[in-house]
């Protein structure tokens, strides 16, 4: 079974904290996601990665980065993070870009 | 607007009862469409992956249609459970480069005894 993992459930963070999600995969999948999924309007991608080292913008990435220095494992990071951040995030990963994604578990993060 | 529309956006129904969840979409060129659940809390899951030439895929209790032409597709749920309570997603994926993910903003489905 493919496991996709994220570093916390619940996370509390205040205005301008820096702010590190990770998630790591462990079936050797070439593609790796970023979403955040906010009522009403559905998942929306951040960031993706299709290698090591290698990174696309999504639909959403203002305000967001990510680090992808091996294959299993790709960190979003909230530079400084702001109220309009608080929203659950998603990681996933597939072997091809068009292949089934496989979703972690989310982290709620909110922002005070 | 959303490229990806379902609907109903919520439905409550009672355990043993069927129930038909609708995704429209307008996106193009189309690959393929798929199916999540996410129960509360928790990561979606898929049920099912249809490509263009497929009209009809099932996964036990829940059997997905698509109609290519009219961009129509929909997930029917026989005999509901209690466990079938959560959202269901509708995913479509176009081709071409990279094959772009659009997500619907989901259904959120409860079963009640």
């Known amino acids: 079974d493919v496991k996709v993992t994220q570093s916390s459930r619940y996370l509390v963070k205040r205005t301008g904290e820096k702010v590190f999600l990770e998630c790591v995969q462990d079936m050797d999948h070439e593609n790796m996601f970023w979403y955040r999924q906010d009522p009403g309007l559905g998942l929306r991608l951040i960031y993706f990665?299709?290698?090591?080292?290698?990174?696309e913008k999504g639909d959403i990435p203002e305000g967001y980065s990510v680090s992808r220095e091996k294959k299993e494992r790709f960190s979003l990071i909230l530079e400084s993070a702001s109220t309009n951040q608080t929203s659950m995030y998603l990681c996933?990963?597939?072997?091809?870009?068009?292949?089934?994604?496989?979703f972690g578990p989310g982290t709620r993060l909110t922002v005070t | 607007k959303n490229q990806v529309e379902q609907s109903p956006q919520s439905l409550i129904i009672l355990e043993g009862k069927n129930c038909t969840l609708q995704?429209?979409?307008?996106?193009?060129?189309?690959?393929?469409l798929r199916w999540y659940k996410q129960d509360t809390g928790r990561g979606p899951v898929s049920l099912t992956i249809?490509?263009?030439?497929?009209n009809t895929k099932s996964n036990g209790r829940y059997t997905a249609t698509l109609d290519a032409d009219t961009k129509q597709s929909s997930l029917h749920i026989t005999a509901s459970q209690l466990s079938d309570s959560a959202s269901y997603i509708c995913v479509v994926i176009l081709s071409g480069g990279y094959q772009k993910v659009t997500f619907g903003t989901g259904t959120k489905l409860q079963v009640i005894p």
């Open positions: 996933a990963s597939s072997f091809l870009a068009a292949y089934e994604q496989y």
């Open positions: 995704c429209n979409y307008t996106v193009s060129p189309f690959s393929n």
């Open positions: 990665s299709y290698d090591v080292k290698m990174k």
């Open positions: 249809m490509t263009f030439s497929e």
